[in-house]
T-cell receptor
Framework: SQELEQSPQSLIVQEGKNLTINCTSS?????LYWYKQKYGEGLIFLMM???GGEEKSHEKITAKLDEKKQQSSLHITASQPSHAGIYLC????????????WGLGTSLAVNP | GAGVSQSPSNKVTEKGKDVELRCDPI?????LYWYRQSLGQGLEFLIY????????KSGLPSDRFSAERTGGSVSTLTIQRTQQEDSAVYLC?????????????FGPGTRLTVL
């Protein structure tokens, strides 16, 4: 099984709907990163979470870290077509930001 | 430029040929990473450079893969005697010196196709 599980694997929502993507680690989390990737492009940094209970927001995207559950969730409010893409979570399980472990990604489509 | 750049953006090669992929990190970023992203797979760590320290090569899949970083800046990933399973997007990232957890800035990647 994957060391970092993302769910769901893919998601199709209607514009304006809210959605949540989850990322669960099998190991201790020292840091959890959320990135977005569009086809043919590199990864765009969204947020980094380090402390248990930490919550960060950027525009309509909010991410939370549950350190005890070794889990993070990414929530998008009132989704827009511009939110479409692949969302990837990366975990620092060693505390040195060296070898991040990555989830397989969640593919999001937003229908206008 | 302000971001991480990679070249070429696309590379098609024949099985058995050698290829070189280039990465220009953000100026001032002493940490540099190479990843591989294959269809249906997550990002796979390949190698990590930090300043003048010995690189962490533990992610390189075989001895056909090697990487250099000259002058603490530009890095080249070389794949010798390419195989079809080497086909993937190769991503480079850079970050400020790691003293804990810091953001990695990614380049657009090089899409390698081995025929």
């Amino acid at each position: 099984s994957q060391e970092l599980e993302q769910s769901p694997q893919s998601l199709i929502v209607q514009e304006g709907k809210n959605l949540t993507i989850n990322c669960t680690s099998s190991k201790t989390l020292y840091g959890l990163y959320w990135y977005k990737q569009k086809y043919g492009e590199g990864l765009i940094f969204l947020m980094m979470l380090q402390k248990g209970g930490e919550e960060k927001s950027h525009e309509k995207i909010t991410a939370k870290l549950d350190e005890k559950k070794q889990q993070s969730s990414l929530h998008i409010t009132a989704s827009q077509p511009s939110h479409a893409g692949i969302y990837l979570c990366g975990a620092d399980n060693a505390g040195n930001n060296r070898k991040l472990i990555w989830g397989l990604g969640t593919s999001l489509a937003v229908n206008p | 430029g302000a971001g991480v750049s990679q070249s070429p953006s696309n590379k098609v090669t024949e099985k058995g040929k050698d290829v070189e992929l280039r990465c220009d990190p953000i100026s001032g970023h002493t940490a540099l990473y190479w990843y591989r992203q294959s269809l249906g797979q997550g990002l796979e760590f390949l190698i990590y450079f930090q300043g003048n320290s010995a690189p962490d090569k533990s992610g390189l899949p075989s001895d056909r893969f090697s990487a250099e970083r000259t002058g603490g800046s530009v890095s080249t990933l070389t794949i010798q005697r390419t195989q079809q399973e080497d086909s993937a997007v190769y991503l480079c990232a850079s970050s400020l010196p790691t003293s804990g957890t810091t953001e990695q800035f990614f380049g657009p990647g090089t899409r390698l196709t081995v025929l």
